[in-house]
């Protein structure tokens, strides 16, 4: 477990992923406890609401690796790298989530802004024509 006691936010709040680690406070003095992949991915969800993309994107890759054909795991991830400008990262799991399950709209979106924010407008497209298409929107033209 990462001690990270005396972590705040700048508002003098407790870090997001604090609340999390509490849950163990009084465990009685049982032996330290080993996080489960759950409480890494709802620790992982903490983060990235804080705004905290990195660490929350390390948490989820290794929540990702140990359930690679979850897709909710690998889209947090993908969005977290997408925050935190990590583009090239966050098209590879945007690419795999789309081979994976096609029908998921929101990784054609996300991975058509991921790509026009890399400036590759023209890649960009038939993607963002897809989410479009989706969500029932009238295509662009």
Known sequence: MIDNTNDY?????????RWAQALHLFDNGAAPHEETTAERWERAQLLFQAKDYVPAAKLLTEVVDE???????????????????????????????????????????????????????????PWLRIAAAFAGEPAAG
């Open 9 to 17: 936010r700048p508002t003098s709040e407790v870090a997001a992923d």
């Open 67 to 125: 359930n690679p054909n979850q897709t909710g795991p690998r889209l947090l991830l993908a969005r977290a790298y997408y925050h935190s400008a990590q583009l090239r990262r966050a098209e590879e799991q945007l690419r795999d989530i789309v081979e994976r399950s096609p029908v998921e709209h929101y990784a054609h979106l996300m991975l058509g802004r991921t790509l026009q924010r890399q400036g590759r407008h023209d890649e960009a497209a």
